[in-house]
């Protein structure tokens, strides 16, 4: 029996990603790379519904490289920054911000809390150039009212920054319904793709704000990725055999259509959660994500013991947190190649280890 991923990525790939993974990477700079990249960036801005106008940039670096990419070409020390701090990508987003000198404050939750409508209404906004957030807060599986803050954010004419890396193809994305200026994508949750490459989509207000900014970073300034974009190509040397990957995911979800893709995820997280109902667990989100569930042991038990026991006896592989939240959640994946029966096989182990 071979282990199986319900982690929050990498996850498990399409069989059509693995054999893809095992040919000969082409030489890039041709006509040829070109139309794939465009290709691509054209899908992109189909899939995640991008206003007239945007543009994707392909960066070779985990999301968090592009986390600090978007925040350093959109702001500057002389701007402020709020950041919604529901967990570890939340504060991600301050380190960044404190790392580069960009003055911001912080909306800080609970682990496992939600932002309210009441309390969204009250962000003073039009102080800041821009609200960062992770539209799935993946360390405790909140999903926040991207809508609602998007709006808000166009009341105040604040730049919205939606890391939607592990959000996009689970749970309802629209830049142009939810008014997101930036979004950010990467290859290893939902996409299902091997790590390394990160997607930059920016609306035309993103891409103002961009090319008015000097950036004090060589190989993440946006502006060269711009230049050269516009034709296919990127500075430097990309993760060619992602790009590869990513042509082939970008046209098997476009032939389902996001929202099927969503649908489909939603089924299964609900499936799963059904299943566990009479477990001794709670699901540790106040407004869970599709994408995976975060769930709390409710009868004394260690959250990262159950994620060894899962491991060594059933070959399930979850996710397990670190910190403070190390003894009392873990989180179990519905992201990539994953059925239904996949998710019985979790919920029987879990029934048996909780006996
Ligand atoms: C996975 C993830 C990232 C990126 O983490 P890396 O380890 O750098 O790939 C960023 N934000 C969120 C919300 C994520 O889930």
Redesign the pocket.
């Known amino acids: 029996m071979t282990s199986k991923l319900f982690t929050?990525?990498p996850v498990e790939m399409y069989s059509e990603t693995l054999r893809l993974g095992s040919v000969q990477v082409p030489y890039f700079r041709t006509p040829e790379f070109s139309e794939i990249v465009l290709h691509c960036e054209s899908m992109m801005h189909e899939l995640v519904d991008a206003p007239e106008g945007s543009r994707t940039l392909l960066l070779t670096a985990?999301?968090?490289?592009a986390?600090e990419a978007a925040v350093i070409n959109l702001l500057g020390p002389s701007d402020r920054a709020l950041v919604i701090a529901g967990g570890t990508?939340g504060d991600?987003f301050c380190e960044i911000c404190r790392e580069h000198e960009i003055p911001f404050d912080c909306i800080r939750l609970d682990p496992g809390a939600s932002l309210h409508p009441g309390e969204i209404v009250e962000l003073k906004l039009d102080s800041y150039k821009a609200l960062l957030v992770?539209a799935?807060?993946?360390s405790t599986g909140v999903l926040y009212d991207i809508f609602q803050l998007g709006q808000a954010c166009r009341n105040a004419g604040t730049l919205f920054v939606v890391?939607a890396?592990?959000a996009l193809f689970c749970d309802p994305i629209s830049m142009s319904q939810m008014g997101i200026d930036l979004l950010?994508a990467?290859s290893?949750?939902a996409l299902a793709l091997p790590?390394g490459l990160s997607l930059v989509v920016l609306s035309p207000r993103a891409l103002d704000a961009v090319r008015t900014r000097k950036v004090k970073s060589y190989y993440f300034g946006f502006q060269r990725y711009l230049s050269d974009g516009s034709r296919g190509q990127t500075p430097f040397t990309p993760a060619v055999g992602i790009i590869l990957q990513l042509r082939d995911r970008l046209k098997a979800i476009q032939a389902i259509g996001t929202p099927a893709l969503v649908h489909r995820t939603a089924d299964l997280a609900r499936h799963f959660r059904n299943s566990i109902e009479n477990l001794p667990f709670r699901v540790f989100a106040e407004t869970p994500s599709n994408a995976l569930t975060a769930l709390s042991p409710t009868n004394g038990s260690s959250a990262y013991e159950l994620f060894s026991q899962l491991a060594a006896r059933f070959k399930v592989i979850v996710t397990p947190n670190g910190g403070q939240l190390r003894h009392r959640v873990f989180r179990v994946g519905h992201m990539g190649n994953l059925a239904t029966t996949d998710m019985d096989t979790v919920a029987n182990a879990l029934r048996e280890i909780s006996q």
Do not use: A, C
Not at 62 to 65: A, C, V
């Open positions: 929050v990525g985990s999301g968090t490289g986390m990508f991600r992770n799935h807060e993946t890391d890396i592990s950010l990467s290893q949750k790590p």
